[in-house]
């Protein structure tokens, strides 16, 4: 069994369809990680959505800030921008079933036998994997729930924006939000700042990149992760960054856990050949 993991699809079903053909990928035997933000932007996200959910366990997806921003905008509590690209699944007949199948995909996806933890975004330097895993979690139980209108609501906003213990309610799952799905680079005392958005080195100097910080308590483990377009495809140890920026015209990555060295493979965003990686 080979299990990869994808970068951000956003709704670029074709590119999503070439790669897997190019993997070779096998829905009987194989297994598919992606990074998150499978909608918006590109034209095809009910595609996408249907494809990932037809996979069943096959498949595991971690919610991105454009997931998010679909379920709130289906849920009325937030408008959709001029370039958001999600009436082809507001207008689907199938739509209430791809946000019920979205809502419940986990925010992070810890695997202790291949030894990788994938989340869409990043982690604060406060956390380590436990943390982690609970302030997901506590997100993923009021998505699930009867309170998650109420919460799509109360979601979206830049406060608090360092993590304190004894956080909770909104703010703390705010926090846990803007982490997981929304952080690019923070302080050395892990202050989020979410008005950059631009490569490593394009930042004020008072900024590092998220997984750059000294001491980050998730320094022991591989993380996967996407959302960083102008970082690009990018690996680190213990940092595995697979945004390679499709919906932009450049290219869909994936690469493969479970084989040393962790092998990876991209194609273009236009149908043209395998660019080797």
Not at 140 to 149: A, D, P, Q, T
Not at 166 to 188: E, H, I, K, P, Q
């Amino acid at each position: 069994m080979a299990v990869y993991a994808i970068g951000d699809v956003q709704g670029c079903y074709d590119p999503l369809r070439r790669l897997l053909d190019v993997l070779r990928f096998d829905p009987a035997a194989d297994a598919l990680w992606l990074v998150g933000d499978l909608v918006n932007r590109g034209s095809h996200s009910a595609e996408v959505l249907r494809l990932v959910r037809g996979l069943g366990e096959r498949a595991v997806a971690v919610l991105g800030n454009h997931d998010l921003t679909l379920l709130a905008v289906a849920a009325g509590q937030v408008k959709p921008k001029r370039k958001d690209t999600f009436h082809s699944i507001l207008d689907a007949p199938d739509c209430a079933d791809l946000l019920d199948w979205l809502r419940r995909c986990p925010l992070l996806h810890h695997d202790p036998v291949l030894g990788f933890t994938m989340i869409h975004a990043g982690l604060p330097p406060q956390w380590d994997l436990a943390l982690a895993q609970r302030c997901a979690a506590e997100v993923e139980e009021v998505l699930r729930g009867s309170s998650c209108n109420a919460f799509l609501g109360r979601m979206f906003g830049g406060e608090p924006r360092r993590w304190r213990s004894d956080l909770a309610g909104y703010d703390r799952l705010r926090f846990a939000v803007n982490a997981l799905t929304r952080m690019r680079f923070c302080a050395a005392d892990g202050t989020l700042s979410f008005s950059e958005k631009g490569p490593p080195g394009s930042q004020r100097p008072e900024l590092l990149p998220w997984f750059a910080v000294p001491d980050r308590r998730s320094a022991n483990l591989n993380l996967v992760f996407g959302h960083w377009a102008a970082l690009g495809y990018y690996r680190a140890p213990g940092v595995f960054a697979l945004d390679s920026g499709c919906v932009w015209g450049n290219r869909l990555t994936a690469i493969r856990l479970d084989e040393p060295g962790v092998p990876a493979w991209s194609v273009p965003a236009a149908n043209s050949p395998l660019v080797p990686t």
